[in-house]
């Protein structure tokens, strides 16, 4: 397959360009607003093509487990869901995480708590930049903001899960995976052979052979001593992923009179707003955050420093803002928030009201 | 005679196997455990399948497995190792997958699992080992507690209406069709372990064929959480354990 230009979901990109990754593996359960990735992949048939494996799990307890299982191989595996789904792998997802496996998750978020609601939602980014099972640890957060970036976050993901072996998730919200727009596609890679994983992925489980000792995927350690080394070594990745990975889109920040920190598709309706602010003539900047684990701290500050206030933009009830007053650190600073809560997604003009009620004309 | 000239290769009729390595077993004496696992190290030398063999261990007792059998090893979340053992297999056909699990871990937090991966007629083999308790965590009651039996959870004894009934998991199993072999073991005398090793070489052989799920129970004993002599054990599993859970095969296809 070449490159190819086509208009499609959020949702099929993810599908679309996991095959063209050269991907190895899907686990997944349906739940909506997200059930377009597995339903794609059964259409593409890839197990035809590539040799993919493509499976309906029993449950998204058992589909991280498998993705868990995949990874631990050496393959490249992922796995898709949305908030209710996702709460239910975070054991696998800590799991994952402290056996050093790279392994790509999708949450097409909708709004909680509970069964909540399948309309759009941001507010699982506590759960995905802090953690969200148990222990320490973070997952690499890509939020895409376009269907070119929901294609294009899936070889990003792998790519930076199997440099650091840590888990990257992709943090979509409901309106990026149910949009359609122009993607471009990029042209078909073939899958690693078993050569190419032995090389590259030595701890692989592959099956023991003569030339080396047997390998074993565990997160278990009874040693106190050795656990706290494991959990050093993990926070030492951490460390170099922060030093090197943070990545951000900066609109407007010179010398603009306020900033607005948004992200994902909350992002795209915020420059609506800006413009309609140009027009009456406040200059607006606005700080994308695309990496939200590791957060573009130094950016916000940054663009925040000559400003006269900060409005966060989410749909929760605040969450990154906690994020961006750290990066600030300044309590001089006005930083609000502004977000709908239950599904409900903000018109520019509403987001423009709550600049000039919260900062402007404050 | 010299003792050395006695120990010569062609004198020699029982060797602890190669794969079984010789860490210390943290498991307690009498204990079901370490015959199952000398089989499988057994069976995977015999059978050739050392660079093929991939096992998945269990939350339970059995949880370092890895530590004692000298193959690949991937260890899962209680309850989880069905699901992992159908990825590794999918997306490693050639390999011979199996897990090994204790009765809380597939019967309780991993029904769905265990399930699903038969009906699914997933190519791996799943040995089970039930001795109606759960040992690590203390001799709490297990799916698998037979009625009256006395655990740290039913210290008066288990009841039909504060507890439910014992569970016959095999026979779930044994009812879904995309299972192929389906077998009740135990390994209390060495008749019994010559049986359950040729079960096991039969599980593993239906694996490397993809003639769907195999699943291996083996009775067995936990004489520390029973609060029994590891003789008195056997004795009690006879004459109870057999009697809820009989010997043979289940399903044969």
Not at chain 1, 162 to 170: G, V
Not at chain 1, 343 to 352: A, H, L, R
Not at chain 2, 87 to 104: E, H, I, N
Not at chain 2, 211 to 238: F, Y
Request: include cysteine.
């Amino acid at each position: 397959m070449k490159e190819e230009v086509k208009l499609m979901k959020g949702n099929e990109a993810l599908a679309h360009a996991a095959i063209r990754y050269g991907c190895d593996g899907y686990f997944g359960y349906p739940i909506t607003p997200q059930s377009e990735v597995l339903e794609t992949l059964m259409e593409e048939m890839p197990w035809e093509t590539t040799g993919m494996v493509v499976l309906q799990a029993e449950s998204e307890v058992a589909a991280i487990n498998m993705v868990y299982g995949g990874a631990a191989c050496g393959k490249t595996v992922f796995t898709s869901s949305s908030s209710p789904g996702v709460s239910l792998m975070q054991e696998g997802v800590s799991y994952i995480a402290a056996s050093e496996l790279p392994v790509l998750l999708i949450n097409v978020m909708r709004g909680g708590p509970g069964l909540g609601t399948i309309h759009p939602s941001q507010a699982d980014y506590f759960q995905a930049t802090k953690g969200g099972g148990h222990g320490d640890y973070h997952l690499i957060t890509l939020a895409p903001s376009t269907v070119q970036e929901m294609c294009d976050f899936v070889g990003l993901g792998w790519d930076l899960a199997f440099k650091y072996r840590t888990p990257a998730i992709i943090l979509a919200d409901g309106i990026v995976g149910q949009m359609m727009e122009k993607v471009i596609l990029p042209p078909q890679r073939p899958r690693r052979t078993d050569e190419e994983i032995k090389k590259l992925c030595p701890w692989a489980i592959t099956g023991k052979t003569s030339d080396r000792k047997k390998n074993i995927v565990t997160s278990l350690e009874l040693d106190t001593a050795i656990m706290e080394d494991n959990n050093e070594r993990f926070q030492r990745t951490y460390r170099k992923i922060e030093k090197a990975e943070k990545r951000y889109e900066a609109i407007g920040t010179d010398n603009c009179d306020f900033l607005i920190v948004a992200f994902g598709s909350m992002a795209r309706i915020c420059q609506k707003s800006i413009e309609l602010a140009a027009k009456a003539g406040v200059k607006i900047g606005l700080i994308r955050p695309i990496t939200l684990w590791p957060f573009p701290s130094e950016a916000v500050a940054e663009a925040a420093k000559n400003c006269k206030g900060v409005l966060v933009v989410e749909l929760n009830a605040g969450q990154m803002i906690e994020d961006v007053r750290l990066a600030i650190n300044d309590s001089n600073m006005p930083i609000e928030h502004y977000g709908r809560l239950g599904g409900i997604v903000p018109n520019p003009d509403e987001v423009f009201e709550a600049l000039n009620n919260q900062l402007i004309n404050k | 005679m010299e003792l050395n000239d006695i120990i010569k290769p062609e004198n020699r009729v029982y060797q602890k196997p190669r794969l079984l390595n010789d860490n210390h077993m943290h498991y307690c004496p009498g204990c079901s455990h370490g015959v199952v696992h000398k089989i499988i190290a057994e069976l995977i030398e015999e059978m050739g399948l050392e660079d093929k063999a991939i096992g998945i261990a269990p939350v339970g007792c059995a949880v370092f497995a890895y530590n004692y059998i000298d193959i690949d090893w991937i260890e899962a979340a209680h309850g989880r190792a069905p699901a992992i053992a159908t990825a590794v297999k999918r997306l490693q056909p050639t390999k011979m997958v199996f897990t090994y699990q204790g009765d809380g871990d597939l019967a309780a937090i991993g029904t769905c699992e265990t399930i699903h991966a038969a009906n699914r007629g997933e190519n791996i083999v799943i040995i089970f080992i039930n001795n109606g308790i759960y040992g690590m965590t203390g001799g709490q009651m297990a799916p698998t507690t037979l009625l009256g039996m006395k655990t740290a959870t039913t210290p008066y004894g288990r009841r039909v209406d504060l507890n439910g009934y014992p569970l016959r998991i095999s026979e779930l199993v044994a009812a879904v069709d995309g299972s192929c072999y389906v077998t009740r073991q135990s390994v209390h005398t060495p008749a019994a372990v010559r049986k359950a090793k040729s079960a096991i070489k039969k599980a593993f052989e239906n694996s490397m064929a993809g003639k769907g799920t195999s699943l291996v129970e083996i009775v067995s004993t936990c004489n520390s959480g029973w609060k029994k002599s590891p003789a008195d054990s056997n004795k009690w599993m006879v004459e109870n354990m057999f009697a809820k859970y009989p010997m043979g095969d289940l399903k044969n296809v």
